[in-house]
């Protein structure tokens, strides 16, 4: 008989701690959940978005791996990028400060702050942007000599439009050649036909 006591005793003891594994399994799952897994599936949202529920879905896991990791700038971009592609546009100003401390020196990080700020009312501090990255792109150009023509070609584009949205020429165009220099002034007079708000648009798509 007390063999036969024995047996469902062990069985139930084997049930236990089957049950504890797999909660412990479960758990474990849970923690290995990674800022990188975060926003790789933020960014799978994003790609088949049909709704701004879905993006905002995207923007929340950005937030969790933001959370998890500070320091993970593919966080910030992406939640940037999803921010622009909602209707609501709020946030996205929050979310590029945020992100900026990445593109401290970049130009073009700091123009699209600056288009960003005057859409969002806050003129003065567009300007400020604009005149930093204005210098900036004169002096990456003045640096670019041995990089290729279509690169060369987009700093000058962008210090005209930084100079246009300025208003005056904060970034010097004495480092172009005469042939950068008249495409300089054909972008420049493009953008200045164009009406403010669908210039300061461009980048926000």
Known sequence: MKRLWILPAIALLAACGSGENADN?????????TAEM??????????????EA????SVALYDEAIAKDENLKRAYIGKVSALKSM??????????NDAQRFYKND??????????????GN?????ENYARAAAGFSSAIDTLSNQTIIIRNS???????????????SGSTAVLTEGELQSYKTAEEQFLTMDREALLNLRRN
Request: hydrophobic share 45%; glycine share 4%.
């Open 87 to 96: 209707d609501d546009k709020g946030p996205l100003l929050q979310a590029m």
């Open 25 to 33: 399994s479960d758990a474990a799952a849970k923690k290995e959940i």
């Open 38 to 51: 975060l926003c790789d599936s933020a960014a799978a949202i994003v790609l088949k978005a049909k709704s």
């Open 123 to 127: 003129e003065e501090t567009a300007m």
């Open 107 to 120: 130009p073009f990080w700091t123009l699209h702050l600056g288009m960003e700020n005057e859409l969002q």
């Open 155 to 169: 700093y000058i584009m962008n210090l005209a439009l930084s100079n246009v949205l300025v208003g005056e020429e």
């Open 54 to 57: 879905d993006l905002s879905k």
